[in-house]
């Protein structure tokens, strides 16, 4: 839970490296929130009917979608540096059916066991905001 939270404090910080337990705990945390979300807001729609129950989850997830935008693209542009590679590399993911496939790859890939372009490696014990 600590990298989810950690995660979210640098929500707004594009620079720096990010590992890759900080970038798939915060996305398994989530999505765990967003399905947690997500059956509370079905369930206490459908206890009103039917209809409003649907409609109610989907402002729900469209609400979490639009809140973990930011803190999501900023873990994966961060995610990019740690593999040595710019965040514009994100947009690789709008080619049709095999950009998602590269980035989710890149996502998978160990870091850069030096220091690159974007700062030093993160799983050097020491570095601020790096849970070890």
Not at 72 to 81: E, K
């Amino acid at each position: 839970m600590a990298w989810y939270l950690l995660a979210w404090q640098r929500a707004t910080d594009f620079s720096g490296r990010s590992r890759r337990t900080e970038y798939w705990m915060f996305q398994l945390f989530n999505f765990l929130a967003a399905l947690a979300l997500g059956l509370v807001a079905f369930g206490c729609g459908a206890i009103v009917g039917e209809k409003e129950g649907i409609n109610a989850f989907a402002i729900c997830m469209g609400m979490f979608g639009v809140v973990s935008f930011i803190p999501a693209l900023s873990i994966t542009i961060r995610r990019l540096h740690d593999i040595g590679r710019s965040g514009w590399w994100y947009f690789i993911a709008f080619v049709p059916l095999i950009g998602g496939i590269i980035l989710f790859v890149f996502m998978l890939l160990d870091s850069d066991s030096e220091r690159n372009e974007y700062g030093p490696n993160p799983k050097i014990p020491g570095r601020v905001g790096v849970i070890t």
